[in-house]
């Protein structure tokens, strides 16, 4: 790898963010390398840097932030010297970002090959009739369902881990030299993943493609990169090749990031109580389109039952379903043993107020035109009539529950929060409304391990506080093992299987939830490249859509 040539090379990177008159720092002179074909992964907890870093490689600063100081060297363009035409001619054709957001990135008014064929066909790559058989094909890729037509529709049309997979094939439509990848697998279930990771990890090396991989997940970088820098705070706290890092790590720092999946969840025993919230024989569609197909389950006070399942499963749905957003077309609701009106509208306040929603994408998920002491006290002062000083001193007591600190975080917008941050607030605004029945649609997936950790065991110790039901829906399975006490797999609209949680980790298992159980990421540089060829060898599917 050492003596491929340097495709970029950044020296001394200082970046700051604005914060009412003054300029604050966010990254501390950083040095980064980079050879043609080698694949660098980014790691650190929210608000290290990582993301902000990955952009500046493109010689571009998030509004309210600007490169304060340092070279950016690209295959000997300086990129902080470049012209706007020149960046416009760089970014899309040699350099492409994979953002982690997929839902706010796309254009809503457009279908996905629009957007796919833009880039190539402006930069000159090939003529649009050769970018929609190119989509196509990176689609199958990418396993995408049904790649001949999943283009023609519009991004709302397609589930969140589909439309991530449908970005990542759009960065790659000019094969670029350098592609940013800012969590590219956050939102795609476990099997998907391994489609997504295998794939881009065949682009890399098949045109010589050169990436950053910006991520929380060690486990997933242990499979991409070659070799591994560790940010903290702005700064550079260690950088080795992939195998050494997992290995023998130096840094207190990273060592701890190597070992905080600690938490587990005390054993609740069995349910004694009746159910909170059950779901009896429940059939919904979009349109014509069947997604849920007679399933059941129930969810009891002071016990998770987490909703696994690859994207598209129906498992979003039947939170929506739960909340009233979507009336079924078949079966009831029953919240303490009564039946719900379908339609949220009909709902009184009160049942309303005791259930709630985390939703997924943050991003999307929050007004960006209010701050955050009104995201956080609108659902106080609705369900529970606070006012004034009463108002505010919950929002300071929420902000404090999910560790942001009140003086500094009270009055700041969305867009001056990092991913994990937003994630933390739609958390909080949940909790405001001090609901019975809490659906977490993963919570957790756009956060780094440690704040991971933390809002796992926040979560736990609020339930055990207030004897919270909690839907935990999620496709890492790791979380699963940290929090549920019941497990319910979806396939296709349908429960594949459902019962305690040691049961479900222990053979024998329904087929579909042996791959899910064998599809997650280990701890090794390797693993990935073992499992495919195991699959196969033995002729096994690579995911539950083949």
């Known amino acids: 790898m050492a003596d491929r040539e340097v495709l970029l090379n950044i020296r001394g990177l200082k970046i700051e963010g604005k914060s009412g008159d003054d300029w604050l720092p966010i990254v501390n002179g950083v040095n980064l390398t980079l050879r043609k ?99 196509v094909e990176l689609y199958r890729k990418m396993q995408l369902p049904d790649p001949e037509g999943i283009g023609f529709r519009f991004p709302h049309q397609v589930s969140g881990g589909q439309l991530q997979r449908a970005m990542t094939a759009m960065a790659m439509s000019c094969r670029p030299d350098l592609i940013i990848f800012d969590e590219p697998t956050t939102a795609l279930d476990v099997t998907t993943q391994i489609e997504v990771l295998a794939a881009i990890r065949d682009i890399v090396e098949q045109f010589g493609t050169a990436a950053i991989y910006i991520t929380h997940d060690l486990a997933v970088v242990a499979q991409m990169a070659d070799r591994i820098k560790i940010l903290l705070r702005g700064d550079e706290v260690e950088e080795a090749d992939t195998e050494t890092m997992l290995a023998a790590p130096k840094h207190d720092y990273t060592k701890s990031l190597w070992a905080v999946r600690s938490f587990q969840r005390a054993e609740q025993g069995a349910a004694t109580d009746k159910p909170v919230v059950s779901l009896r024989n429940i059939s919904a569609a979009y349109g014509p389109v069947k997604v849920l197909d007679n399933i059941s389950f129930d969810i009891h006070a002071r016990r998770t039952v987490a909703v696994v399942g690859e994207s598209g499963s129906g498992k979003s749905t039947a939170a929506r379903v739960l909340t009233g957003l979507l009336p079924p077309s078949r079966g009831e609701v029953l919240f303490d043993g009564e039946a719900l009106p379908p339609d949220y509208r009909s709902r009184t306040r009160e049942q309303l107020r005791h259930a709630q929603m985390i939703y997924q994408m943050a991003d999307t998920a929050l007004n960006p035109k209010l701050t955050l002491r009104k995201i956080i006290g609108r659902p106080a002062a609705m369900y529970l009539g606070l006012r004034g000083r009463a108002l505010t001193e919950r929002v300071r007591e929420l902000l404090r529950l999910i560790e942001l600190e009140p003086d500094e975080y009270i009055d700041r917008l969305p867009s001056e929060l990092s991913g994990g941050q937003k994630q933390r607030i739609g958390i909080a605004r949940a909790l405001a409304a001090e609901p019975r029945f809490i659906i ?68 024998p298992h329904e087929p579909y939830t042996e791959l899910l159980l064998s599809s997650v990421p280990e701890m090794d540089p390797d693993w990935l490249t073992r499992l495919l060829e195991e699959r196969t060898r033995k002729g096994l599917p690579q995911s539950a859509d083949q």
């Open 440 to 507: 977490c649609d993963e919570v957790t997936s756009a956060l780094d391990q440690i704040v991971a950790e933390g809002i796992l065991r926040l979560l736990d110790k609020l339930q055990s506080e207030f004897s919270l039901a909690y839907m935990f829906i999620t496709h890492d399975l790791a979380t699963v093992r940290a929090i549920a006490d019941d497990v319910v797999v979806m396939q296709k609209g349908k429960v594949v299987e459902q019962g305690p949680k040691p049961e479900m980790f222990n053979p």
């Open 37 to 135: 074909g080698e694949v660098l992964g980014l790691i650190g907890e929210s608000g290290a840097g990582k993301s902000t870093i990955g952009l500046a490689a493109m010689g571009f600063a998030r509004d309210g932030c600007r490169i304060s100081d340092g070279v950016i060297d690209f295959d000997g363009i300086d990129l902080r010297a470049a012209s706007q035409e020149q960046l416009r001619r760089l970014r899309g054709k040699r350099i492409a970002y994979v953002a982690q957001s997929a839902a706010a990135s796309f254009n809503p008014a457009h279908k996905l090959m629009d957007q796919y064929c833009e880039a190539p066909v402006r930069h000159g790559v090939m003529s649009r009739s050769q970018a929609e058989k190119d989509a």
